[in-house]
């Protein structure tokens, strides 16, 4: 069983940045790609970015192209989100996920494994 652990939600003023962080448990050995996905208050929730861990390809949606940045550090099983110039419309309830398959990130219905999420606020 994958188990997810997020840290380092919070709030912040627009125009600033946080850096999430995912640690995977040790029997991560089957996922093949781990991504972010948001859920803000009435919405539903959407992929923000997600990374293939065998080649480190990466993808993003439009809405956070530029301002976001996701990586991995496999020595530490650890999965980011580096997030910078935060708009008020960021401000949601984020989540680690992982899948099995190179394409299981890019839909919700498709991941295997989820975190339990951190919160994002961003205020002006």
């Known amino acids: 069983q994958v188990q997810l652990v997020e840290s380092g939600g919070g709030s912040v003023q627009t125009g600033g940045s946080l850096l999430l962080s995912c640690a995977v448990s040790r029997d991560a050995y089957s996922i093949d790609c781990m991504g972010w996905f948001r859920q803000a208050p009435g919405k539903e929730r959407e992929r923000v970015a997600h990374i293939i861990t065998g080649s480190g390809t990466t993808s993003y949606a439009d809405s956070v192209k530029g301002r976001f940045t996701i990586s991995q550090d496999k020595s530490k099983n650890t999965l980011y989100l580096q997030m910078s110039s935060l708009k008020v419309e960021d401000t949601a309830m984020y989540s680690c996920?992982?899948?099995?398959?190179?394409?299981?990130?890019?839909?919700?219905?498709?991941?295997?494994?989820w975190g339990s999420g951190t919160q994002v606020t961003v205020s002006s």
């Open positions: 996920a992982a899948g099995r398959f190179a394409d299981s990130c890019w839909w919700d219905a498709r991941v295997d494994y």
